[in-house]
Nanobody, 124 residues
């Protein structure tokens, strides 16, 4: 199973970006897909997660109301729509997946599959 993330770039504050992450390699029927981010010198932090079985999304407080996670199960793709971006959103963004939902969806150690990062830079 391979995850490919893309869509990062440079954007001004209050702008928008849409990240995407496609799962390939074999048929993947994972319940949980998520986005994490890591800024220079900081630990990887949870951004958003989505459960296929629960049809529900979860967000970090810092992005709630600005970011939206969604998934296209037919295409094995998860999206992160990021609006009203702030300079503090600048980070490498990583997508992650696991087969079974875990109540600690915010903890990166519970994810089995990871994509490479895509850099998001927000200028002030």
């Amino acid at each position: 199973v391979q995850l490919q993330a893309y869509g990062g770039g440079l954007v001004e504050a209050e702008g928008s970006l849409r990240l995407a992450c496609t799962v390939s390699g074999r048929t993947f029927n994972g319940d949980a897909m998520a986005w994490f981010r890591q800024a220079p010198g900081k630990e990887r932090e949870f951004v958003a997660a989505i459960s296929k079985s629960r049809n529900r999304a979860y967000y970090a407080d810092s992005v709630k109301g600005r970011f939206t996670i969604s998934r296209d199960n037919a295409k094995n793709t998860v999206f992160l729509q990021m609006n009203r971006l702030r300079p503090e959103d600048t980070a490498e963004y990583y997508c992650a997946a696991r087969l079974i939902w875990n109540v600690q969806y915010y903890n990166p150690v519970h994810y089995s599959y990871w994509g490479q990062g895509t850099l998001v830079t927000v200028s002030s």
